[in-house]
C-alpha cells in the first residue's frame, strides 16, 4: 500500500527521499512523488510521476536542492494512477504540500462544499480535500491549521504536512495508518513503514492513533489531535538496515524462502519447556484458570494470515480440544457476529496493521471481548490494542507474498495450541512427543529447500498451464488453499483449492489432462482416502503432482517431504509448493516481488 517518507536536517533531502521509497517499494504502488524545500528557498519544488521510483528518479531535474521532504508512493484508492493523482498533492498558490496514506470517508461532500467555494481541484484524489483544507485554515500555526482540517475528515490517515510559510517543520499525523518518526541527530524522519528509516536510526517514536507530531530538525514534539502534549518516549529498532537488503538472491521471495529453517529457529527460541513438556508463551496474559475457561477460538486474518489461521485452529482443535475456527476478519467486522466472554478471539496479520483485521480487533475490543495479537512487527498497531499475544519473529518480510511469516505463524500456532493443550489434557508424553517434532522443524526444512533444482524442473513443466487444482484433506485443505493463493498471486495462473473429500461433489467435472491437480498426500490416517482421490483424477487423465511423505505411484510427480509429526506436517508440507508458486512464476517473467495489484500491509479497506 502507500507508503510516506520524510526528511527535516541538513542533509541533501532528494537522494535521501528517493532511497526511502525504494525501501517501501514492496509494499507495493503505482505512482510516486517528491516535494522538498529548505530554509532559505522561496517556495516548495515538487515532482511526480506513474510508474516506478526509478521513472520519478528520472525525472527529479539535476538542481533539486533542499534540506526539508516529504516523499510518497502511491496504491490508488480514488481515481487511476497517473501523474496528477500521485502524490504530494498542492493548493493552489503550491504553499501547502501533502502526502496521505488512508482513505477520506467523506471527500465527495467535502470536495462538493469546496468546489462550491470556488476551489479548483487537480486530481480525482480524496486526499486533495485534505490540502484544500489546510490551505483555506485561518489559524496561525501550521499546527493549528492542520488540526483544523483533520477535525472536519472522517476516514483513515497517515499525513505528512509541509507549507512554504513554515518551512522549519513538517507536521504529520495518524489516524487508521501507520506512521513512525525516526529521531537522528540534528535529523528527523518520519514513514509509513520502519523499513525506511532504519538504515539511517533505529531510534524510533510510533505514533498512535489520534496523535500529531512536529518534527524540526533539532527537536520533536507529540500532541493528540486536540492539541494536549503527549509523552513520547523513542525505543530502539532491532531490525538490520541489511534485512531489507536481497542477501546475493535475484529476489525477496527467494531469499525469504531461504530463510525459513532460521527464522523457525528464531520463532521457538526461548519457549520451550522440557521439564513440563510445554511452552512460555509469556505475552498471552493468560493466566491457566483463564485459560481453562476458553469454550471457544476464533482465529481472524486476511489472505494468507487466514490460511495461518486456518492450520491454527485445526491445532487447537487437536492439541487443546476447544473448538476452533478461523474467518477471513474482512467478512467477520461486517456481519455483525455474535460476540461471547468465554471465547479467546485470535487476530492474525504479518505487519500487525491489516486494516480489516485491525478493524476486527477495535469492534472486539469495544464488545468486551479478550483478543491476542500473533503478528509480525513488533509494536505494531494490533499487538498495542490486542490483550496479549505471541510475536512470530520472521524478521522483514519484504516481497509482496508471504513465506517465512506464513511458516512462522504456523508453527506459533503449534505452540499456542501446545501450550493451551498442556493447560487442558494432552499428555506428558504427547507434549514431549510434540516438542520433538518442533525441534526437528529448522533441519527438515532446510532438508526440503536442497530439493529446489527438482522442484524448479517440476515447475518449468507446469508453468505453461492455464489452470490448476490444489486438493488437501482435513489437515491438507488449508495446505492446499494457500499454495494456489501462491501460486495465482504470483504467476497469475488461474487457481482452485478443494477438500480433497469434496472432488466427487463437483470440481471432478473439471479434471482433464490440461488441468494438472496438486495433492497434499501425508501419511497420516486419511492416506488411504487420499490415494482414491489420485486414483479417481488418474482415472480421468489428470496429471497429479503430489507432495507426500512417500512415492505416491498414481502420481506423474511426487515431492517428497521429510515426516514429523501428524500434527505437525502441514507446516512442512506448504513449502515445497512455496517454491512451486515461484519457480512457475519465474518461468513465466513475473515480476514476484511486486505483484500487479497486489500491496504488501493492507492498510485501507
Ligand atoms: N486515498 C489515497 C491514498 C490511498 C492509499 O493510502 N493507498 O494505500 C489515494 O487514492 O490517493
Known sequence: ?????????KR????????????????GYDSAGIVITSPKASGLKMVKAKGRVRDLEAKVPKRFAGTTGI?????????????????????????????????????????????????????????????????????VTLEEKVREALRHVEGTYGVAVMHADFSDRIVVARNGSPVVLGIGEKEMFVASDIAALVSHTRQIVTLEDGEMATLKADDFRTYTTEGSRTTATPTTVEWEAESYDMGGHDTYMHKEISEQADAVDRVLRGRIDDRFSTVHLGGLNLDAREARGIRRVKILGCGTSYHAGMIGAQLIEELARIPADAEPASEFRYRNPVVDPDTLYVAVSQSGETYDVLAAVQELKRKGARVLGVVNVVGSAIAREADGGMYVHAGPEVCVVSTKCFTNTVVAFALLALHLGRIRDLSVSDGKRLIEGLRKLPAQIAEILKTEDEIKKIAEEYAGAQSMMFIGRVRGYPVALEASLKLKEISYIHAEAYPASELKHGPLALIEPALPTVAIVPDDELLEKNRAALE???????????????????????????????????????????????????AM????DKPRNLAKSVTVE
Not at 589 to 592: A, E, F, K, N, V
Request: glycine fraction near 8%; include cysteine; charged fraction near 25%.
Open 536 to 586: 479417481e483424477i488418474k482415472a480421468r487423465s489428470g496429471r497429479i503432482l503430489a507432495v507426500a511423505h512417500r512415492e505416491q505411484e498414481k502420481a506423474d510427480h511426487t515431492i517428497v517431504v521429510p515426516k514429523n509429526e501428524t500434527e505437525l506436517d502441514p507446516i512442512l508440507m506448504g513449502i515445497p509448493l512455496q517454491l512451486l508458486a515461484y519457480h512457475t512464476a519465474l
Open 1 to 9: 500500500m502507500c507508503g510516506i517518507v520524510g526528511y527535516i536536517g
Open 71 to 139: 516523499a510518497h508512493t502511491r496504491w490508488a484508492t480514488h481515481g487511476a494512477p497517473s501523474d496528477e493523482n500521485a502524490h504530494p498533492h498542492l493548493d493552489a498558490e503550491g504553499k501547502v504540500a501533502v502526502v496521505h496514506n488512508g482513505i477520506i470517508d467523506n471527500a465527495t461532500e467535502l470536495r462538493a462544499k469546496l468546489v462550491a467555494d470556488g476551489v479548483e481541484f487537480l486530481s480525482e484524489t480524496d486526499t486533495e480535500v485534505l490540502v484544500h483544507l489546510v490551505a483555506r485554515s485561518q489559524a
Open 12 to 27: 541533501d533531502v532528494a537522494p535521501l527521499l528517493l532511497e526511502g521509497l525504494q525501501r517501501l517499494e514492496y509494499r
Open 589 to 592: 517473467g513475473r515480476d514476484i
